[in-house]
């Protein structure tokens, strides 16, 4: 049994960092990021495992575990951890305004009437972008089920949570396999206790951790109260959109009927622009939450425009961010102990096999649509794990070669 001391040795590499530094990692993020959450995690795991080294496979399959349980969009908790544990809050900061802020400027641009993704030539980029997602996300797979999935039970629990996904819709089709994966992981992974991954630094202590729960708890209830006592718009928006950031779980899609039970009903936003951002927040990097950018900027009555989008944008993120915080302080501790790393080795198997499920269904079905574009997609696969190109590299190259395609179908 490793003591506290071991525990807390973390190699001095990993220790250091600056805000800068999370800045521009997430930033080229940010930019580069199609796909969904689910290739969001494809990505994280290039840059900061394959690529960096701020993390190992086993501590960022804990992670997202985690994160896959907590309410909140999953990949943004990832990525918000990882500046968090890289550079103290200031990185934490950075981390989520780096990866956010591209795809909320394009999507406030789009409701200013840009129309960023129109045209042959951008339908082209964008379906580039979706092939680029499968090679991204079909590379995560292959080097995470090699670390996670080595012997032959791990490999029956990714498996079952494979087809747990597949015949299962919705949140319970996500989070099911987990909880499911980490039972099965008593019983079949038992052999497992020495194998964890490395305890990594979170600056935030216990007392930390039960302030943010205290506070998701009184937001959730004190904000809507709030809101009826005193009705005022602003409180409102601010209350709607944190309530909808609140009860998300199973990923960012799930927060359509929240939303849109919240802005279109009410009459702040017509069905027409609610739907087209939404299909619109389908062509932009980076997270899927920033569509409540786009809402704030057109909710009517006010606020909107600028204000508008800030509030909804900070409102719909800060309830997935407080719970995260209030989790991080206990999981060094949970994730060591013996007789916790059996059903954390089953988690995570079942992790590479939700992973697994996601690379066929949303991301295969909807962007392998024809020979050329499985050529396109296996050319990235094999430029990302061959030939070695830089991630950005690749995004580029499919890109162009979507884009390419397009004009070349065109009668």
């Known amino acids: 049994m490793p003591t506290n001391d071991t525990l807390n040795v973390v190699p001095q590499y990993r220790r250091q960092g600056t805000p800068g530094e999370v800045l521009a990692a997430f930033l080229k993020l940010g930019l580069t990021s199609f796909g969904g959450p689910i290739a969001h995690m494809g990505y994280f795991r290039e840059e900061f495992v394959a690529r960096r080294g701020w993390i190992d496979d086993r501590g960022y399959a804990d992670l997202v575990a985690l994160c896959q349980f907590l309410p909140g969009p999953a990949s943004s908790q990832v990525g918000f951890a990882l500046g968090l544990q890289r550079a103290g809050p200031v990185g934490a900061l950075a981390a989520w305004v780096a990866f956010t802020l591209p795809s909320a400027l394009l999507l406030l641009l789009f409701a200013l009437g840009a129309g960023v993704f129109s045209g042959p030539l951008g339908i082209g980029v964008l379906h580039g972008l979706k092939l680029v997602a499968v090679a991204i996300v079909a590379r995560a797979v292959w080097g995470m089920a090699r670390t996670l999935c080595p012997d032959r039970s791990r490999q029956t629990v990714a498996l079952a ?11 319970t089709g996500q989070l099911g396999p987990i909880l499911l994966g980490g039972l099965a992981g008593l019983w079949l992974c ?15 202590s216990r007392q930390a951790g039960i302030v943010a729960l205290a506070l998701f708890f009184i937001l959730i209830f004190g904000l809507h109260l709030a809101a009826v006592l005193f009705p005022a718009q602003g409180m409102a928006v601010i209350d709607a959109f944190y309530r909808a950031g609140a009860l998300v779980f199973g990923g960012g899609h799930v927060v359509l009927p929240l939303l849109e039970a919240e802005v279109v009903r009410t009459g702040w936003v017509t ?17 899927l939450f920033t569509f409540a950018a786009y809402l704030g900027m057109l909710l009517e009555p006010g606020p909107n425009g600028i204000v508008g989008a800030t509030l909804a944008l900070f409102a719909i993120f800060l309830p997935g961010f407080l719970l995260l915080v209030g989790a991080l302080p206990v999981w060094n501790t949970l994730r060591a102990r013996s007789g916790v790393r059996a059903p954390m080795a089953g988690a995570n198997a079942a992790v590479v096999g939700v992973l697994g499920a996601a690379l066929y269904d949303p991301l295969w079905i909807s962007a392998i649509a024809s020979p050329r ?10 430029a990302l794990m061959s030939w ?23 009668p």
Request: aromatic share 12%; with cysteine; net charge negative.
């Open 190 to 204: 038992r052999d497992t206790a020495g194998e964890t991954g490395e305890a990594l630094p979170f600056p935030v």
């Open 373 to 382: 574009d499985f050529a396109l997609a296996l050319t990235c696969f094999v």
């Open 161 to 171: 949570a494979v087809l747990m996904v597949v015949l299962i819709w919705g949140a």
């Open 271 to 287: 069905p027409d622009a609610f739907f087209a951002g939404y299909g619109a927040a389908q062509a932009v990097p980076g997270p």
């Open 388 to 410: 070695k190109f830089p991630p950005w590299l690749v995004v580029l190259i499919a890109a162009v070669g979507g884009a390419v395609l397009e004009v070349s179908s065109m």
